[in-house]
């Protein structure tokens, strides 16, 4: 890998962790609940694609598996977070 | 690494301008996050990394893992159309979620667009 990919590769990065850092302020300040799970379903949505290009970086298969692991469980807890607050409970 | 396989310029133009992309469109969706006043406005910017943020870094991966493997290598796509049946499940439920809330504390809600009958809840 050349320059122009390394540094872009890494520029991504750095921009992804600061709007993880954008994200993690509106999930310590949101004023309500369901803020904080739009914050957090940000949050794992961001993960997923920083993954996705630290897989990039690094050359390897591994990371896009973990990326598919985190979108799954990220879907699960976002579903049952808000599921929680539609109704005070996850399953009925 | 013992051996590297170096990727044609014009294929690492495209791969570096679709991660920019992606992420600067993620930034947005951030500062969006943070800056909207209303919670129903704040529902809307974290479209901008599962759709725009999602496909141009999955096809960044696809166009580098194919040349580095010399062979078709799709698998990225599986992301975005992850994505794309997940989000809108969770960003419904949470908006459900969010109207019984404001409506239970007597907070003010948009109004209702549809005229149709009203079942308490």
């Known amino acids: 890998m050349t320059g122009l990919l390394a540094s872009a590769v890494l520029a991504s990065l750095f921009i992804f962790a600061l709007a993880m850092a954008l994200a993690l302020i509106r999930l310590f300040r949101g004023p309500s609940a369901q803020d904080r799970v739009l914050a957090l379903d940000y949050l794992y949505i961001l993960a997923m694609l920083t993954m996705l290009v630290l897989g990039i970086r690094y050359a390897s298969d591994t990371y896009f598996e973990g990326a598919l692991l985190i979108a799954l469980f990220g879907f699960v807890g976002s579903f049952a977070l808000a599921k929680f607050l539609l109704r005070g409970e996850v399953i009925e | ?121």
């Open chain 2, 1 to 121: 690494m013992t051996e590297t396989l170096e990727l044609p310029f014009w294929l690492e133009l495209i791969s570096a301008v679709l991660l920019l992309t992606g992420s600067l469109f993620a930034l947005i969706g951030a500062l969006g996050l943070v800056r909207l006043k209303d919670y129903f406005q704040r529902m809307h910017p974290p479209a901008l990394a599962s759709t725009i943020g999602a496909w141009c870094v999955a096809l960044a991966s696809i166009i580098y893992f194919s040349w580095l493997k010399e062979a078709p290598i799709l698998h990225a796509w599986l992301i975005p159309i992850l994505l794309s049946i997940t989000v809108p499940v969770t960003t419904l439920l949470l908006a459900r979620a969010a109207l019984f809330r404001k409506r239970m504390s007597k907070e003010p809600v948009p109004e209702e667009i549809s005229s149709g009958r009203h079942r308490g809840n």
